[in-house]
């Protein structure tokens, strides 16, 4: 056990003197949870766009006025004619332009019928559906506006509740998302690396001479890097709570159980990564190329996976980081007990047994 | 060995800030003399030789490198130098005829002379059926000499060695001082370092740094006879030994 | 230049001779070009729903098909319990709940209105705000199919009508892939450039062989040139596959506007990007740190470069910095050419930016690598 203990503390050496490594293991949850949180979203606001009014009179104004108060637009040109508007999408990138008939207001009062035609630039689809819809519904309000007068029957109203995020923060969202990113590709990759480099170096040798069992030494590897993820976690829910009014309306013990059983299978994961990697280079590739922009997108925060093609789907069950997603938001957000999670945790529970079982039987004893 | 100085420094000196690594060494070398550079370690041996091939800056002092400046000629320095570590030299992921091609390229031979001079090195050190293969594979001994082989490739006026035979086997020792030789015999001066008491034997001259000083610098037969040793071995204790500076 | 195709021939060599190191270049990038494309939708579809009907009537009924007959919407659970309802949300089963309250009918008929309840899974703030939306769209548009049951058409001309027409320019069918691909492409080849070159530089600083090369006449410049070059060459040629084999006939992309602009400014991000690698080389001592170094900024790059989510929408701040990122233009620039056909005069702001990139980058990396060697 002594043996064992003077090897952790090697450990922990190396990892808290590398400074620059450190800086980074701590700083990129802070720098992901403050730009999740404040900066990406997934809303359209001030998109760029132009008007082009023929008409310019009391009826277009109104629904220019409207148009510019909403935060979802930014009115940087209007322009009158139709050549313009072709390089203004080209040029300036802008994301839609309303076009108003010459006779708009006077259509409106005399046939009771006008034309609006809006052009959106498709190239992001998303966009172009979400600004139609915004300003489609904007003048349908103006139309609204006019039929005011007259008394219609048979009024169905809707009362909406927001449920668990009733602002609709984008950042409800996103959080459970970063903490599951964060703490599987740190672990992942540092350990990795962290084992593979005493392989490329040579000191491998020197520790499986020593009289400590092999794997006991490398599991001294991954235990500061289980004590940065506590840490890390720690700083995230800190900062979400604070920073972002993020709520824990579960149980913080729980929320912290699992989160250390995901620790622990990134662990066993980047310890089957070194085990089949003979040098840094490999390693690092494998978790960061390898994993990065996979586990962004199959984790489900960024996009949802019932819009994944089945297949896609499939391979999302296998990614550690979905399920734990879907743990965080249970116990933060919607405040739910083990009893709503337990069949998530056992595949938790079940990969991690996996990947520690594969990688101690393919843990060299020797090297080859 | 002949009367021209090829090497000549004067009080040169590098500090880290306050610990004086090697403290105003004054000396000279002569064209093809096999001069050995010893010392304990710690004794500033491997700051003075980083100095003298370019890789750092003195702090202070004087010194010529065939003839040019070591502050402001560094680039003509190293055209005119060969270098081998005992910690590298090749490319271990490229083939033995690879890395005679490159080192060869990069020192200016022609494409006719590199075909040349490649077959000649390979027929010499016998690596015939080990062209193709990568360096990694070969061992160490062969390593070393094909190395020596590569630093000297475009005949430069000195070549350094930093502990070239360190873990190596007596044959193979014997053989690569027969390279230093032969090159010697060709005119290129030889400065090596080496911990190997036996190999003091067959410099022409050795200098002994101690604290960062040079203490001794002579011929093997004089400095024997100065301290009245019978081995190189005995006049390196007899120096070493006030050494206030410890290795680790 | 001799020494520089010397430098170069034994960098080519030992890049391809890495077994284990070439698949990871160019294998992984190309295969997540293929899948993650497919990944990325914004779109909200197949959105589950509980209807609680309390009321069981005509209209209720009429409504609830109309509901499931939309196909934005698929029916999760109908019953009469709104716990059991909310139990389906809980368990992500269910996105939204409509509750249809006892005597629904009768009471729109008699007293004119009525209210429904609506309860909405706002984790995701979007899909919520869209769901939502959608609901109410077809509540309203139920609500006018009722008026036209009971009251005189000609009571409704007197109200005014604006009929909105909407056309897609650039991607008429609406490709989420065609925005996509491009951008994926410039974030995987900013990765395997920028991460892998930088790695490249710092292994021989770990290694100690840099000593060697320090010895030998061989410049600084050439040096730096013979560690780039080779992942300038490989930049530009997974770009290629990327956008001729996996984009053309994968996703079937054909660029509108002039490749030679492309490449060209291809040619000069690369440029940029490896100033950047160099820059970060210098920082590192070891791979490791190099590593996480370029770990840190390719996630930054990736968030704030408008690859999946916008920049405008951003705060002032946030849009600052994702504006002084080489990787937003160029993903900008990409989008521009290959959807709309921009010209050079469109794009000759961005190049200027690039440019000065480059420069910078370069200039600040050759600057600290001269101090600090």
């Given amino acids: 056990m002594k043996q064992f203990l003077s090897f952790v503390r090697k450990e922990f050496y190396h990892v808290f003197r590398d400074k620059k490594t450190l800086l980074m293991l701590f700083g990129l949850p802070i720098a992901l949870i403050v730009l999740f949180g404040f900066a990406v979203t997934n809303e359209i606001k001030n998109a760029k766009i132009v008007i082009c009014d023929y008409a310019k009179d009391e009826a277009t104004q109104q629904i220019i006025n409207k148009l510019e108060a909403s935060n979802q637009f930014k009115i940087t040109k209007t322009i009158m004619s139709h050549t313009e508007i072709e390089n203004a999408f080209k040029k300036e990138n802008i994301k839609l332009a309303i076009i108003f008939p010459t006779n708009f207001n006077k259509d409106l009062l005399h046939l009771n019928k006008a034309q609006v035609q809006i052009i959106a630039d498709a190239s992001d689809p998303n966009t172009a559906n979400t600004l139609t819809n915004y300003a489609t519904a ?43 990113l964060v703490l599987l590709l740190v672990c992942v990759l540092m350990t990795a690396v962290s084992i593979v480099r005493e392989k490329e170096t040579g000191t491998m040798e020197i520790l499986l001479v020593s009289p400590i069992s092999p794997f006991l030494v490398i599991i001294s590897k991954a235990i500061p890097y289980f004590f940065l993820s506590l840490i890390n976690l720690s700083v995230i829910l800190i900062l979400s709570v604070t ?86 938001k249970s116990i933060m957000i919607k405040g739910l007990g083990f009893s709503a999670i337990w069949k998530e945790t056992l595949i938790l529970f079940g990969t991690t047994c996996f990947l520690m079982f594969v990688s101690l039987k393919t843990f060299k004893n020797r090297l080859v | 060995m002949t009367s021209e100085v090829v090497i000549k420094t004067d009080k040169l000196t590098k500090r880290f800030g306050d610990f004086i690594a090697t403290n105003e060494i004054t000396f000279e070398v002569y064209a093809g003399e096999i001069f050995g550079f010893l010392g304990a370690n710690g004794a500033g041996k491997t700051t003075a030789m980083k100095m003298l091939c370019g890789l750092s800056k003195p702090s202070s002092g004087n010194a010529t490198i065939a003839g040019f400046d070591i502050y402001k000629q560094t680039e003509e320095i190293k055209k005119n130098i060969g270098y081998m570590s005992q910690k590298f030299s090749l490319y271990e992921d490229l083939t033995v005829i690879e890395n005679i091609q490159f080192f060869g390229g990069i020192y200016g031979l022609s494409d006719k002379q590199l075909k040349a001079k490649s077959i000649e090195l390979i027929e010499t050190l016998g690596l015939q059926s080990e062209a193709k293969k990568l360096v990694a594979s070969l061992p160490l001994g062969w390593k070393q000499k094909l190395a020596f082989s590569v630093a000297v490739i475009h005949e430069p006026k000195i070549v350094f060695l930093d502990e070239p035979t360190g873990g190596v086997d007596p044959i193979v020792r014997r053989q690569f001082w027969d390279l230093i030789y032969q090159a010697s015999g060709r005119g290129i001066t030889i400065f090596v370092t080496t911990h190997y008491m036996d190999e003091a034997e067959y410099c022409n001259r050795i200098s002994m740094m101690v604290d960062g000083v040079i203490q001794a610098l002579d011929t093997p037969d004089n400095l024997k006879k100065q301290f009245s040793a019978n081995t190189m071995d005995e006049v390196f204790f007899e120096l070493a030994r006030g050494a206030k500076r410890k290795s680790d | 230049m001799r020494t520089l195709k010397f430098l170069l021939r034994k960098e080519f060599k030992q890049i391809f001779r890495n077994k284990a190191l070439l698949p990871l270049i160019f294998v992984v990038p190309i295969v997540q070009l293929l899948i993650l494309p497919l990944a990325a939708d914004y779109e909200v579809k197949n959105i589950n729903i509980s209807i609680v009907d309390h009321d069981h009537s005509t209209y209720s009924q009429q409504l609830i098909s109309k509901i499931t ?305």
């Fill in chain 1, 138 to 180: 904007i003048i349908m309000d103006y139309q609204q506006e006019l039929m005011k007068n007259n008394t219609i029957p048979l009024r169905i109203f809707s009362e909406i509740r927001m449920l668990y995020n009733p602002e609709l923060k984008g950042a409800t969202n996103f959080v459970p998302g970063i903490m599951a």
């Fill in chain 3, 69 to 373: 007959a939309s196909g934005y919407f698929q029916l999760a659970d109908y019953g009469t319990s709104f716990n059991q309802a909310f139990q389906q949300i809980e368990k992500d089963k269910s996105d939204l709940i409509l509750e249809i309250p006892k005597g629904f009918e009768k009471k729109l008929v008699r007293e004119n209105s009525e209210k429904l309840f609506v309860a909405v899974n706002a984790i995701n703030g979007v899909k919520a705000g869209l769901g939502g939306a959608y609901l109410n769209q077809i509540i309203t548009e139920y609500n006018a199919d009722i008026r036209l049951q009971w009251s005189q058409p000609d009571k409704f001309n007197t109200t005014s009508v604006i009929n909105v027409t909407s056309t897609n320019w650039f991607n008429k069918f609406l490709n989420y892939r065609f925005f996509m691909v491009p951008g994926i492409l410039v974030v995987l080849v900013t990765m395997v450039a920028s991460y892998m070159s930088a790695l490249n530089i710092v292994k021989e600083k770990e290694v100690g062989t840099i000593e060697q090369i320090n010895v030998t006449p061989i410049k600084k410049y050439q040096f730096i040139l013979g560690k780039l070059i080779p992942f300038w060459v490989i930049g530009m040629f997974i770009f290629s596959i990327g956008l001729f084999v996996v984009g053309r006939f994968v996703y079937g992309i054909v660029p509108v506007g002039s490749l030679f602009l492309l490449y060209g400014y291809l040619a000069i991000y690369l440029i940029a990007l490896l100033g950047m690698s160099l820059l970060i080389s210098t920082f590192a001592e070891t791979q490791q740190q190099a590593m996480s170094i370029a770990f840190f900024f390719i996630m930054i790059f990736m968030l704030m470069g408008g690859l999946f989510t916008p920049i405008d929408s951003m705060p002032t701040w946030a849009y600052y910095i994702a504006k002084s990122i080489p990787v937003t233009y160029f993903i900008e620039v990409v989008r521009m050419i290959i959807l709309k056909g921009s010209s050079f005069s469109d794009i000759k702001f961005h190049f200027v930016v690039m440019i000065g990139f480059a420069v910078l980058l370069n200039g600040l990396a050759i600057w600290n690598y001269k101090k600090t060697s």
């Fill in chain 1, 243 to 328: 920073l972002l009014e993020m709520p824990i309306n579960g149980s913080l013990w729980l929320l912290i159980a699992e989160s250390t059983l995901l620790i622990i299978c990134a662990l066993s994961l980047g310890l089957l990564i070194s085990n089949n990697t003979q040098s840094q280079q490999s390693a690092m590739l494998i978790s960061m190329m390898g994993m990065l922009v996979p586990t962004m997108l199959f984790t489900g925060f960024m996009f949802p996976i019932e819009n994944m093609p089945v297949p896609l789907q499939i391979i999302t069950n296998i990614v550690p980081s979905k399920w734990y997603y879907i743990i965080v």
